[in-house]
């Protein structure tokens, strides 16, 4: 079978590619310039298709592909610069989806797995204490069938994380905020606004959280990424149902594991380095997931004939509070974990002050998931446990390998 990747050569598609290589697939990986094709792991066809939009040519990348996986995106950052984020997310995240889908249609592909966001269903689930729980029931260990790990990572690193002195703002300086430039019709934050409310209006009560999201959920996107992947997944959808391309959506939370970024790779860096954490008082709960159980229940959807026309959430199967989390990572450094008692409330009010809100929502703040459909009709477990899932990635940032990387 040839498999057309895209966003090949980012932290999920390196994997990808090489796990599929691994089964016997032929495996080409689309980039947007010649020397992004370097990064490509050693076997990948690469191919340029530039910067991914409506006007995308895809037509040599889909020479011959029988299925493709959807990771090219524009993805969430932390501090926007567009001036109407929405219709930047919209150019890749939904018109470019479309233009891929609809050649991918007309070239005869049969099968294409999305890559969406948890951010899909909402921001924050129920708070619940810290003690980890399982959704799924995990298989013995001879029943269980462990995929080959994928060695040598071609990742990136973000600089340690610490809320520094010389980070604060000068005074009187906002909070970052989404600023949308008036287009014809509703501006993008008056469709955010419609979206939010109509979800607040599903739930039966304005701010009522669920326990767990689960796909009967009706979508509620708070941002413009999230809103770009909704609007992606109905795109995707809509094609499908016309033109008989058979379209699997997979909706994880945080993904981490050998080349991970943003707040998981701070924390094993804060944790290997001994730095005390204000985190003591935090009681959350959250579903994160492994890349190499990402990757698994990618390849699964690709072959499954029971997952076309289907929507997906992931995850490890368990969920854990920041500081749990921050204990695992210290027991795979061979590290004590220091956790200060400090109130949430007053790191939230530093986190405004600095404009890292959205950041410290992330580590405070609950969001768990129900991983039980994608259990129960495809028979996916998750074949890695978190704490291997941990120990390999502190084992990849422990490596001498990791030197190689900047920012």
């Avoid at 959920?217 to 809509?238: C, F, G, I, R, T």
């Amino acid at each position: 079978m040839n498999i057309l990747i895209t966003g090949a050569n980012g932290f999920i598609g390196r994997a990808l590619c090489k796990r599929l290589m691994a089964d016997g697939y032929q495996v080409r990986g689309a980039v947007r310039g010649a020397t992004q094709i370097m990064a490509l792991p050693l076997g990948v066809e690469g191919v340029v298709v530039g910067d991914i939009g409506p006007e995308t040519d895809w037509s040599e990348a889909l020479d011959s592909i029988e299925g493709i996986v959807h990771l090219a995106a524009r993805v969430h950052v932390m501090r926007e610069s567009a001036a109407d984020p929405l219709a930047a997310f919209r150019l890749v995240n939904v018109a470019g989806t479309e233009r891929l889908t609809r050649q991918a249609a007309e070239a005869g592909v049969k099968r294409l797995v999305y890559i969406s966001s948890v951010k899909v269903n909402g921001e924050r689930t129920e708070k619940r204490d810290e003690r980890p729980t399982s959704n799924i029931e995990r298989p013995t260990s001879n029943e269980k069938q462990k995929k080959q790990k994928s060695e040598d990572y071609r990742p990136g690193w973000l600089d340690g994380w610490m809320i520094r002195m010389n980070e604060w703002k000068a005074e009187g300086r906002s909070d970052p905020q989404i600023t949308p430039v008036p287009s014809p019709g509703a501006t993008g934050q008056a469709q955010i606004t419609r979206i939010r409310k109509k979800g607040a209006e599903s739930r039966g009560q304005e701010g009522e959280l669920k326990e767990f999201f689960s796909e009967k959920d009706v979508p509620e996107p708070q941002d413009p990424y999230a809103v770009s992947k909704w609007e992606a997944e109905q795109v995707l959808n809509d094609i499908a149902e016309k033109r008989g391309l058979e379209v699997v959506t997979l909706r994880p939370p945080l993904v981490y594991g050998p080349g991970v970024k943003g707040n998981f790779l701070r924390l094993v860096k804060l944790v290997r380095f001994g730095v005390p954490l204000p985190f003591g008082c935090v009681k959350n709960r959250r579903s994160l997931i492994y890349i190499g159980n990402l990757v698994d229940a990618i390849v699964n959807c690709m072959t499954n004939p029971n997952a076309a026309g289907k929507t997906y959430l992931v995850s490890d199967g368990e969920d854990v509070s920041t500081p749990n989390l921050i204990r695992r990572i210290a027991a795979a450094s061979n590290r004590r974990a220091f956790m200060l008692p400090v109130p949430v409330w007053v790191i939230r009010m530093a986190g405004r002050i600095i404009g890292r809100s959205d950041e410290l929502d992330r580590l405070f703040g609950s969001l768990t998931v129900d991983i039980s459909k994608i259990h129960r009709e495809l028979n996916w477990y998750p074949p890695f446990t978190m704490e291997e899932g941990i120990r390999e990635t502190v084992c990849w940032y422990k490596s001498a390998d990791y030197a190689d990387y900047t920012d």
